[in-house]
């Protein structure tokens, strides 16, 4: 059976003020009616210790049937017993009898000074009795019994418990409505989460919740719109991914279309006689070489494939770092020299690290690719140190730039910069840096990039050495 918060709450909230109530009313007219009986029972035993305290003094009959005139007025009866029981004050049909039980009298006998009953029948009503024994040398020599009917004090209980009643009645109206508004609060505020909730169930990123920080529904509100933030960013970064995926596809197709179109139509030309004798080694060359790039291009996106899936294996060992950073300027020495960029290198001989030799190599060649690619009439230096357990590489140049956006995209798979500034960066497919990265990674290193627009850019490597 499916019951609604908004009741879950209302009844939740209602039973238990009820049953507090009810526990406490039951308690407060339970206390009311033993202090106005205590009460009672107070004022019968001062009147009877007063009596039998004068009547022993002056010892005349006169003193009791003053007091009986005035105890009359207030509805209270007394009579004085004998050692056996017997009635010796007043004399009359209509004094009250000592209705004092076997057990009673042997509390009397016994000393107890005084021996009370609530709701005792006489003359057909109900009464409260007090009975004080007087005890002499000799022992029990009789003693007092005063009686008073308890419809006063029942009328005043009831009094108080009809009191008590209203009071219960305007609380828990009260609290009705306190319990209610509580109620539809909450739901309410249950209600904005669930919208929220539908929001973006439909795609809609925007939807957060207002809070005041006020209790736990508060604390899910805060909790959701972190939620909201974290799956915006995450819709963000997969719009972002797909748009740089369909600009690879794009650029796959353009980069994979001219060298296939150039070996196709070399092909062609050789095998229908097409090409000249003295050109037929240069079309081989080209057909070649652009095989050689499709080879490249399909490696690099495998190479990323393997290093992003940890399906490599880095074989680490000491290795000389100065001797590393000369042989890529061996390397690229002819491309630094066609774009007059003066290569430099500054490491002392004996700073090494530790890592695998073809993965270092791997990573300092493609950022300094990059450095070349961006620099024009510059220099691009090569630097070395050794820092107590890690060696740091450093790969500077004095090339276009970047600012911090770009800075914050560069290790991105797919990211390519402007192709109006440069035909070619990060690699082939702009994997080149996003490979980078993960290799240093592998290594336990660090890798970061400083750089600021048309001033330069530094690429910092941190490894084990």
């Known amino acids: 059976m499916r019951i609604k918060y908004i009741y879950q709450q209302f009844l939740s909230h209602i039973s238990v003020l009820i049953v ?22 107070d004022e019968l035993t001062k009147y009877g210790e007063t009596i039998l305290t004068d009547f022993e003094q002056v010892g005349q009959n006169h003193v009791l049937v003053q007091y009986k005139r005035v105890l009359d007025g207030q509805n209270i009866y ?30 009397l006998s016994n000393g107890e000074k005084v021996v009370t009953k609530h709701n005792v029948k006489w003359a057909d ?29 029942r009328e005043m209980i009831t009094e108080v418990n009809q009191y008590i009643l209203y009071t219960v009645f305007i609380a828990l109206s009260i609290s009705f409505l306190l319990s209610w508004i509580l109620s539809k609060i909450h739901v309410n505020r249950i209600k904005k ?18 809070t005041a920080d006020f209790d736990e529904i508060d604390e899910m509100a805060n909790d959701f719109n972190k939620m909201v933030d974290q799956l915006k960013l995450s819709n963000e970064e997969i719009e972002s991914l797909e748009m740089r995926r369909r600009r690879f596809m794009a650029d796959v197709s353009h980069e994979l279309r001219t060298p296939l179109t150039t070996i196709s139509g070399v092909i062609e030309g050789l095998r229908h006689n ?50 590393v950073l000369e042989v890529i300027k061996d390397h ?37 690719k990059n450095s070349l690619q961006f ?33 914050e995209s560069i290790w991105n798979r797919f990211y390519k910069a402007d192709l ?45 050495s």
């Open 274 to 323: 097409m090409i000249k004798d003295e050109e037929r080694e240069k079309g081989i060359k080209l057909v070649s070489d652009e095989t050689k790039r499709l080879i490249r291009l399909v490696n690099e996106n495998l190479d990323y494939e393997r290093i992003r899936s940890n399906q490599i294996k880095l074989v680490k060992e000491e290795i000389q770092l100065k001797e």
């Open 125 to 153: 009503q109900e009464v409260s009795l007090v009975a004080i024994p007087y005890i002499a040398r000799e022992g029990l020599i009789g003693g007092i019994l005063l009686i008073s009917p308890i419809s006063g004090s």
């Open 420 to 464: 109006s500034r440069s035909s070619n960066q990060f690699g082939e497919f702009g994997l080149g840096l996003s490979i980078v990265k993960r290799l240093v990674e592998l290594h336990d290193g660090e890798i970061s990039v400083e750089s600021k627009k048309n001033q330069g850019t530094k690429f910092i490597i941190v490894l084990p």
């Open 375 to 407: 620099t024009q009439k510059g220099c691009v230096w090569l630097r070395g140190r050794q820092a107590q357990q890690h060696t740091i590489i450093e790969i500077e140049d004095t090339g276009i730039g970047m600012n911090q956006e770009e800075i």
């Open 332 to 368: 690229l020495l002819y491309q630094a020299e066609t774009k007059n960029v003066d290569l430099l290198i500054e490491a002392e001989r004996n700073c090494s690290v530790f890592a695998d030799y073809d993965r270092l190599i791997q990573i300092l060649m493609n950022i300094t």
């Open 193 to 210: 989460i669930r919208s929220a909730t539908s929001k973006i169930a439909k795609g809609d990123y925007n939807a957060h919740i207002a």
């Open 20 to 41: 507090a109530f009810v526990i406490l009313s039951f308690l407060f007219a339970h206390y009311v009616e033993n202090v106005v009986y205590q009460n009672k029972v």
């Open 78 to 107: 007394f009579s004085i017993f004998d050692q056996h029981g017997r009635i010796v004050f007043p004399i009359s049909n209509s004094s009250p009898q000592t209705s004092i039980t076997e057990e009673d009298w042997n509390k």
